[in-house]
Nanobody, 114 residues
């Protein structure tokens, strides 16, 4: 069992930045992890992915603005979000793919005002 706890969300003006953190109860070394978001009335969608070999991937909607990274010494995954837009408003979740399962955190709210 892996517990994931997100933090760092909040209210920010358009054009601003936030850094989300996801603290894991197990090692983050060489496991695939991702950040997803879900806006009201919409499906949960991937916003950033880091593979077990640290290859990163982003959808076009956030490419160039969001950066996923991790600190294995702290067992923590990060999402740096710059140039935020109102359409980035959502609950952001991290996940981890390990032990043959997918684990999810409970999410952190990000609200971007125009």
């Amino acid at each position: 069992q892996v517990q994931l706890v997100e933090s760092g969300g909040g209210l920010v003006q358009a054009g601003g930045s936030l850094r989300l953190s996801c603290a894991a109860s197990a090692s983050t070394f060489k496991i695939a992890m991702g950040w997803y978001r879900q806006a009201p009335g919409k499906q949960r969608a991937l916003v950033a992915f880091i593979s077990s070999s640290d290859t990163t991937n982003y959808p076009d909607s956030v490419k160039g603005r969001f950066t996923i990274s991790r600190d294995n010494a702290k067992n923590t995954l990060y999402l740096q979000m710059n140039s935020l837009k109102p359409e980035d408003t959502a609950v952001y979740y991290c996940n981890a793919l390990t032990y043959g399962r997918t684990f999810w955190g409970r999410g952190t709210q990000v609200t971007v005002s125009s």
